[in-house]
Nanobody, 127 residues
Framework: HVQLVESGGGSVQAGGSLRLSCAAS???????????MGWFRQAPGKEREGVAS???????MYADSVKDRFTTSRDNAKNTVYLQMNSLKREDTAMYYC???????????????????WGQGTQVTVS
C-alpha cells in the first residue's frame, strides 16, 4: 500500500522560507529510487500546476514562476523528497502536493496525469 505524506506547510510572511517534505511508504528503497517525484500546487479556483520534479538521476525541472526560488531534492535512503521554498510570494499561496510517477513518465513532468501516487497535500499561506 503506497502512501505519500507531505509536511512542513504553514503560514509565512512574504520573503520568508518554508521546507516541505514528502515521505513515501509502501516502496522499497530500490523501487522508490527509480520513481520520478513531482511537486504540484493548487490555489482555490485554479487548476493544479506543476511546480518542480526530480528524477531518479536527480535531474530537476522547475516551473518558470518558481525557478531560482524553489529547490527540490531527494533522500532515497529515507524515501523522502523535499521542496525548499525561498523568497516566498503571496502568489505562492496554495495547497502543495507531492506525487510519484514510475519511469518512464506517461507525459510531461508538469502534467498531473503523468503521476500515479499522490499525497493529501499541505497548505502554504504567504501573507
Amino acid at each position: 500500500h503506497v502512501q505519500l505524506v507531505e509536511s512542513g506547510g504553514g503560514s509565512v510572511q512574504a520573503g520568508g522560507s518554508l521546507r516541505l517534505s514528502c515521505a513515501a511508504s509502501g516502496f522499497t528503497v530500490s523501487i522508490y529510487a527509480i520513481f520520478c517525484m513531482g511537486w504540484f500546487r493548487q490555489a482555490p479556483g485554479k487548476e493544479r500546476e506543476g511546480v518542480a520534479s526530480i528524477g531518479s538521476d536527480r535531474s530537476t525541472m522547475y516551473a518558470d514562476s518558481v525557478k531560482d526560488r524553489f529547490t527540490t531534492s531527494r533522500d532515497n535512503a529515507k524515501n523522502t523528497v523535499y521542496l525548499q521554498m525561498n523568497s516566498l510570494k503571496r502568489e505562492d499561496t496554495a495547497m502543495y502536493y507531492c506525487a510519484a510517477g514510475p519511469p518512464p513518465l506517461r507525459g510531461v513532468w508538469y502534467s498531473p496525469d503523468s503521476y500515479v501516487y499522490w499525497g493529501q497535500g499541505t497548505q502554504v499561506t504567504v501573507s
